[in-house]
């Protein structure tokens, strides 16, 4: 399968599904990773230019894609927290389903509430409707030369923050120090959440013994997120998702909406 992760930072898909984006590179899948922005105003400290940030960012994104088994990186340049143009992004997410023939894509829910990065919500939302309506021939129809085709992209896995109970959990027990090694690449990050792991620090001045010591917290706290989720489902380490299959411009859930709706309880969900 050629699988999409389509995000908006470059440290979004290490921290939400790098241990399931691993499993699938090692079970021999093609990992594509697409990242809508080079997060350069990413940092408190004021001693960087946005263009350093990018830089150190960048470094930082493919490093962890090694890590994890990414075959191809794209980098898109929308602007960091800016207002990224929906109309825009869905066009070019729908140019790169149809030119990777992406079975699969994996994204943000843009449906969950007090997300408050408008990065996520377009980022998701685009990236959805994009595995959504990339098989219209007469959308885009200028896409549609040098080999391009109209492409039916089968899944889109919601990642991070769910809208929704997650309907498919992932074992990545096998992946977990890929995951940690890969998400502890990216010291931009560590610094700018220092706050999560250690009150203490500033996170605009993170000294070189400071930054060692958020090191050591943050591979605490994956591993105790991905232990946390694979708990009720018995499993030492998981990522959870709500998964949904597509048809032409839809979602393929009528029938659990419906179910929904009249107060059945959800599926069991699925492991992987
Ligand atoms: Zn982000």
């Not at 389509?6 to 990773?33: K, N, Q």
């Not at 040098?146 to 769910?162: A, D, F, R, T």
């Not at 411009?249 to 709706?261: A, C, K, R, T, Y």
């Given at each position: 399968m050629n699988i999409l992760a389509i995000f908006a930072h470059p440290d979004d898909l290490t921290i939400y599904c790098s241990g399931t984006l691993a499993r699938w590179a090692e079970e021999g899948h093609s990992i594509f990773a697409l990242c809508c922005t080079k997060g350069e105003v990413g940092t408190?400290?004021?001693?960087?230019?946005?263009?350093?940030?990018?830089?150190?960012?960048?470094?930082?994104?493919?490093?962890?894609?090694?890590?994890?088994?990414?075959?191809?990186?794209?980098?898109?340049?929308?602007?960091?927290?800016?207002?990224?143009?929906?109309?825009?992004l869905r066009e070019k997410l729908i140019f790169y389903v149809r030119?990777?023939?992406?079975?699969?894509?994996?994204?943000?829910?843009?449906?969950?509430?007090?997300?408050?990065?408008?990065?996520?919500?377009?980022?998701?939302?685009?990236a959805a409707e994009a595995a959504a309506f990339s098989a219209f021939p007469l959308l885009y129809p200028d896409q549609l030369k040098e080999g391009i085709e109209p492409y039916k992209c089968s899944e889109v896995w919601l990642m991070g923050q769910l809208g929704h109970q997650p309907n498919y959990f992932v074992d990545i027990t096998t992946t977990l120090e890929k995951k940690v090694n890969a998400a502890l690449k990216f010291e931009a990050t560590l610094e700018l959440l220092a706050q999560l792991f250690?009150?203490?620090?500033?996170?605009?001045?993170?000294?070189?013994?400071?930054?060692?010591?958020?090191?050591?917290?943050?591979?605490?706290?994956?591993?105790?997120?991905?232990?946390?989720?694979?708990?009720?489902?018995?499993?030492?380490?998981?990522?959870?998702?709500?998964?949904?299959?597509?048809?032409?411009?839809?979602?393929?859930?009528?029938?659990?909406?419906?179910?929904?709706m009249l107060g059945n309880p959800s599926e069991q969900p699925k492991i992987y």
């Amino acid at each position: 399968m050629n699988i999409l992760a389509i995000f908006a930072h470059p440290d979004d898909l290490t921290i939400y599904c790098s241990g399931t984006l691993a499993r699938w590179a090692e079970e021999g899948h093609s990992i594509f990773a697409l990242c809508c922005t080079k997060g350069e105003v990413g940092t408190l400290r004021r001693d960087l230019t946005k263009e350093k940030v990018a830089e150190m960012r960048l470094k930082e994104l493919m490093a962890a894609n090694l890590i994890i088994g990414v075959e191809e990186t794209i980098v898109l340049d929308y602007p960091d927290a800016g207002f990224i143009s929906g109309p825009d992004l869905r066009e070019k997410l729908i140019f790169y389903v149809r030119k990777i023939k992406a079975d699969r894509v994996i994204t943000f829910d843009p449906w969950v509430n007090y997300e408050v990065h408008p990065d996520h919500v377009i980022v998701g939302r685009m990236a959805a409707e994009a595995a959504a309506f990339s098989a219209f021939p007469l959308l885009y129809p200028d896409q549609l030369k040098e080999g391009i085709e109209p492409y039916k992209c089968s899944e889109v896995w919601l990642m991070g923050q769910l809208g929704h109970q997650p309907n498919y959990f992932v074992d990545i027990t096998t992946t977990l120090e890929k995951k940690v090694n890969a998400a502890l690449k990216f010291e931009a990050t560590l610094e700018l959440l220092a706050q999560l792991f250690a009150p203490n620090i500033d996170p605009a001045n993170v000294s070189p013994d400071e930054l060692k010591k958020l090191n050591k917290y943050a591979n605490r706290l994956l591993r105790s997120i991905a232990s946390a989720i694979g708990k009720n489902i018995n499993l030492k380490a998981a990522e959870a998702f709500f998964v949904q299959k597509t048809l032409p411009g839809h979602f393929d859930n009528f029938q659990q909406q419906l179910s929904e709706m009249l107060g059945n309880p959800s599926e069991q969900p699925k492991i992987y």
